[in-house]
Nanobody, 125 residues
C-alpha cells in the first residue's frame, strides 16, 4: 500500500488549493481514505475522510465549510479542495488509509493506517 500526496504550495490567506492523493497497488475506493495534517510543534490533526463503500464525507470542525474531499474512481485519486485558506491551515498534509470509521479519524484523530510522503501547504501573505 503506497499513497502519495501532492498539490501543496504557497497561497495567500483566502486563497484555494487542491491536493491530490494517488495510490499504488490498490484501489482507493476499497478503503476509507483520510487526510491529516501536521504543523510544526502541533499535534497531528485529522482533517477529512471519505468512506469506502458509500463515499460519505466527514470533516473536522476546523475545516468544515471550507474543505471538500472527493474521489475519482477512474483515476484512483482522492482530492482535497481547500478554500478560504487561513494561516493556521499551514502544515504538511498527508493522505492515509483509515482503518476505523471515518468519524474516529476526523473527530478523534485516530485510526490512520498507511500513508506516504506529505505535501506542504503554506498560507501566508
Amino acid at each position: 500500500v503506497q499513497l502519495q500526496a501532492s498539490g501543496g504550495g504557497l497561497v495567500q490567506p483566502g486563497g484555494s488549493l487542491r491536493l491530490s492523493c494517488t495510490a499504488s497497488g490498490f484501489a482507493l475506493d476499497d478503503y476509507n481514505i483520510g487526510w491529516f495534517r501536521q504543523a510544526p510543534e502541533k499535534e497531528r490533526e485529522g482533517v477529512s475522510c471519505i468512506s469506502d463503500s458509500t463515499g460519505t464525507t466527514y470533516y473536522a470542525d476546523s475545516v468544515k465549510g471550507r474543505f471538500t474531499i472527493s474521489r475519482d474512481v477512474a483515476k484512483n485519486t482522492v482530492y482535497l479542495q481547500m478554500s478560504s485558506l487561513k494561516p493556521e491551515d499551514t502544515a504538511v498534509y498527508y493522505c492515509a488509509t483509515v482503518v476505523v470509521h471515518c468519524v474516529e479519524a476526523t473527530i478523534r484523530n485516530r485510526g490512520f493506517g498507511s500513508w506516504g510522503q506529505g505535501t506542504l501547504v503554506t498560507v501566508s501573505s
